[in-house]
């Protein structure tokens, strides 16, 4: 039961968070916000919310660690499995500056992020400040994109890819009626969906012995990264390789500010020492794999992304030898 709770839960993640997007995105469309404005932020951030519930579930539930392995397993799937695996059929390049200058906010993030471990468990105080550079990093976006003289042409053509590669969306957003429930339904189906996913990993972990920190690094890692996984894929296949590269970076800030602040704020994280010699620096170095392609524009070629593929193979062996 324990195993048809976990693959039931992440199931239903992936289906609650593509009808809260197309829903969230359809609002935002009657509300008048423009594409550059839902391409930064709804779709952005959407992507993110199986993260953010599972993780509040888990504080909540007691296993507060098991949001921790979510986020650090998250953002090195993000990287090496959700950018390397599009690349191994669809080969793209990003020459987007707003790809570039978040990108550089999500390296000093993670270096912050990497800090805070070592000062022990995540507290009100570290979810405070998380939760504060969150909200100064969207403030910091919206504003950038409204000044027309600081956003370059490709920015406001990076957002309006990532709406328009919203294959499914209508022609037409959805009445306010139908995506107000949308929204609910995709918000409820989240709520649920993690609920009985955090209920099944508790239970997978204690019957083979590993810790919850384990079970947050890779199953739940992977099953809510799906939702980016998909959107990378119809990225790169339309040639977007900026949408594709600006969807994960986006998320991974997400996931450092908002998922842990948000977990920590209903229950203190204690820190594994596991993470503080392994998971934090592989997650470091895939961080920092990213720059020569932010910097220097090289091209993700397909055996670029086998390479990351079988990184993330490697870390996923290494995980299952301590175990």
Known sequence: MA??????????????????IRGAVSAAANFGLSKLVIGLTVIAFGTSAPELVVGIDAGLSGVPTLALGNVVGSNIANILLVIGFPAIFYPFISDSSEVKRNY?????????????????????FHATLLLILLV??????????????????????????????????????????????????????????ADILVSGAVDVARTFNVSEAIIGLTI?????????????????????????????????????????????????????????????????????ALIPFIQWKIRFTRVIGLAFCSAYIVYLWILGTII
């Open 220 to 288: 739940i890692a992977i099953g809510t990264s799906l939702p980016e996984l998909v959107t990378s894929i119809m990225a790169a296949r339309h040639g977007h390789g900026d949408v594709a590269l600006g969807n994960i970076i986006g998320s991974n800030i997400f996931n450092l500010y908002a998922i842990m602040g948000g977990t920590a704020f209903v229950a203190n994280v204690p820190i594994p020492d596991s993470f503080l010699h392994i998971d934090l620096w592989v997650m470091a170095a895939s961080s920092a």
């Open 136 to 193: 100064a990093f969207v403030t910091n976006s919206y504003r950038v994109s409204r000044l027309g003289r600081e956003v370059q042409e490709s920015d406001v053509t990076l957002a309006e890819k990532a709406y328009e590669d919203l294959d499914e969306l209508p022609e037409e957003p959805l009445t306010t009626l139908r995506a107000t429930l949308c929204i609910v339904a995709g918000l409820a189906g989240l709520v649920f969906g």
């Open 104 to 124: 550089y906010i999500m390296l000093g993030g993670t270096v912050l992020f990497m800090i805070l471990c070592t000062t022990g468990p995540f507290t009100h």
């Open 3 to 20: 195993y048809v709770e976990v693959i039931a839960g992440l199931i239903l993640l992936v289906i609650a968070g593509d009808v809260l």
